[in-house]
Each structure stands twice: as C-alpha cells, then as structure tokens.
T-cell receptor
Framework: DAGITQSPRHKVTETGTPVTLRCHQT?????MYWYRQDPGHGLRLIHY???????DKGEVSDGYSVSRSKTEDFLLTLESATSSQTSVYFC???????????FGQGTRLTVV | SQQGEEDPQALSIQEGENATMNCSYK?????LQWYRQNSGRGLVHLIL?????REKHSGRLRVTLDTSKKSSSLLITASRAADTASYFC????????????FGQGTRLTINP
C-alpha cells in the first residue's frame, strides 16, 4: 500500500467551529488531492496541490482552504464548519500527471 | 459539473456472469482510469487507458475507450462475490490535466 495516512479518521464537530484534516504521505509524490464523497455525487474534487505552496481549486472549493508547506503534508481546513460539509473526505496522491492515484482510507466528518 | 457520468448507477448480477459498466465524459482527455471502492474503504486503481488506446486488458478486466463518443466501458468477466464494490471512472483532461475528476460511480452487487 502507498504510504498515505489521513488523520483523524473520524471527527464530530459543531457548526461554526474550525476543522483541519491532515493528509500525510511518505512517497514523495508531487501531486496531492482532497475529495469529498457524498451519496449520489461520487467523488468531488475540493482542492489539489502540484508542489509545495502550489495549490489550486477544484469543483467544490467554497468553504475550504488548503495548505502545503512540506511535500509530505497537505492540510484541508474548514474555517467555519457547516452541516453541508458533513461528508467522507479522501486524500489522494500521485507522482505526476496522467498516472494512477493512491488513496487514503478517508476521514468521516460529521458537523452537528 | 463532473467530467464523468456512469451508467448504470447500480447493477446486480449472478456470480459467474459478466458485468459491464459505462462511463461518459464531456471534454477531451489524456487518459481515463477505473477505480474500485469496497464499502467504507479508499479507492483502488484498476486500470488506465490512454487517449490513443482503444482497448486494454488486465486479468478479468477489459476496458474500451471511444474518444469519438467520449465514452468508456469496463467489463468484468466471470464475476465473483469479491467483485461486489463501487466502480468509478476518472479522467485527466487535456485542459487542466493536473486535476483528476471522478464520475458518480456504479454500485455492483454480485449475488452468489
């Protein structure tokens, strides 16, 4: 298995609180991605990174920010969590464009 | 909107039968990939087919790509109970090639 770890694996938080999810890789891959998975929507791209300090928005980026200060870590922050952000969040990595991606085990986030 | 749309959304067949899932996409691509997701787990890469390829095989998997119709199919032959999972297509577009955009998935159930 690719060396990719998401933390925490489960989290319950209250509406309006900030939340940060962490994705850590040991593969030294250039590209890192954050997706959310909801019933009926498949996986939707939130943000991705193509290098340290290089990030860009995906299709559902509103309400989310990201940071990548080191190759191995990609952080996803919900500045003020809302119930609509209740979801399962997946991190993925890949060495370069046009190659396969490797996924973490997911973080189940519940906003109450 | 998402790049990939899959059909059917759910498929239930008997063990030993073949399963076919389809994926349509909207813009020109560099490649198309298929992933499997077992319940509650991260996605696992199955196969990647490049835009200049028409067919690719991997074990019991056969993938076709028709760029003129912007569609792909995944065929699983001689299905097994262990093939029960959700299957997703994903595309690397020519525009925005750093993104990896997923479809909504097909839920496959293999009945013993």
């Amino acid at each position: 298995d690719a060396g990719i770890t998401q933390s925490p694996r489960h989290k319950v938080t209250e509406t309006g609180t900030p939340v940060t999810l962490r994705c850590h890789q040991t593969e030294n891959h250039r590209y890192m991605y954050w997706y959310r998975q909801d019933p009926g929507h498949g996986l939707r791209l939130i943000h991705y990174s193509y290098g340290v300090k290089d990030t860009d928005k995906g299709e559902v980026s509103d309400g989310y920010s990201v940071s990548r200060s080191k190759t191995e870590d990609f952080l996803l922050t919900l500045e003020s969590a809302t119930s609509s952000q209740t979801s399962v969040y997946f991190c993925a990595i890949r060495p370069q464009m046009n190659t396969e991606a490797f996924f973490g085990q997911g973080t189940r986030l519940t906003v109450v | 909107s998402q790049q990939g749309e899959e059909d059917p959304q759910a498929l239930s067949i008997q063990e030993g039968e073949n399963a076919t899932m389809n994926c349509s996409y909207k813009t020109s691509i560099n490649n198309l990939q298929w992933y499997r997701q077992n319940s509650g787990r991260g996605l696992v890469h199955l196969i990647l087919i490049r835009s200049n390829e028409r067919e690719k095989h991997s074990g019991r998997l056969r993938v076709t790509l028709d760029t003129s119709k912007k569609s792909s199919s995944l065929l699983i032959t001689a299905s097994r109970a262990a093939d029960t999972a959700s299957y997703f297509c994903a595309t690397d577009g020519i525009q925005g090639a750093q993104k990896l955009v997923f479809g909504q998935g097909t839920r496959l159930t293999i009945n013993p």
